[in-house]
């Protein structure tokens, strides 16, 4: 049985998926819909056909793209020709379900449920600083989303407790925005702990969105749920796999 986390904030049809109810097995047990994992084709692929009835759409429906931890937004008008390099969707056309996939980063759903404009973005902590969320916020303006109607949601990610990061890392936030210091909080040994989802929050909030929020549930933390990028590093196993998020008209 599939497992999908929603919000009655986007108020569109919506999933933040989580592993249980997938064909997969070993180390990628349960749902995962990483096309580019070592997993078997064909258990990705009748995961993601699962996904795609959930959501009420064919599997060609079910949108995605070459996630690369940019800023860059794909405007879907029909389905794509391959999978773009690109790290966030936007769409007002019904029937297409926009998908990103993540392991520890951000899946962050969007619904400016009055202009009938939707959007899904992937958001590392790169994607993030580049600036994803509020280019996706552009595209749906310009396909007539206004700011303050949209709903922006992130999904499960990875928790500022389990996120240790280096002085490398914290300098390339704070001397890009000396107000990003907010998001760290000192570990040990010299590390520090990222505030991912707030450093989210913060970014949308600040890009003037009307509502945003985080579902509150930690990838890392929560093995029996989710994957998580770090935890199969810490673990040292091979490959790993990836939850999808999926949003539609």
Partial sequence: MLEILTSDVLQARHGFFTRKGGASSGIFRGLNCGTGSSDL?????????RVAEAMGVTPAQLVSVNQVHSADVVTVTGALDGRPRADALVTAIPGLALSVLTADCQPVLFSDPVAGVV???????????????????????????????IRAVIGPTISQSAYEVGQE???AFTDDDPDSRRFFVNGVAGKYHFDLPGYGLWRLRAAGVGQALWTGHCTYRDPDRFYS?????????????????????
């Fill in 41 to 49: 084709a064909e258990a990705v692929s009748i995961n993601r056909s």
């Fill in 119 to 149: 959007g899904a973005a992937h958001a590392g902590w790169r994607g993030a600083q580049q600036g994803v969320l509020e280019a996706t916020i552009d595209a749906m303006v310009a396909l007539g989303a206004t700011r303050g109607q």
């Fill in 169 to 171: 890392f914290y300098e």
């Fill in 229 to 249: 990028f770090r935890r199969t590093t810490h673990a040292g196993e091979a490959d790993y796999g990836r939850l999808i998020s999926a949003i539609r008209l």
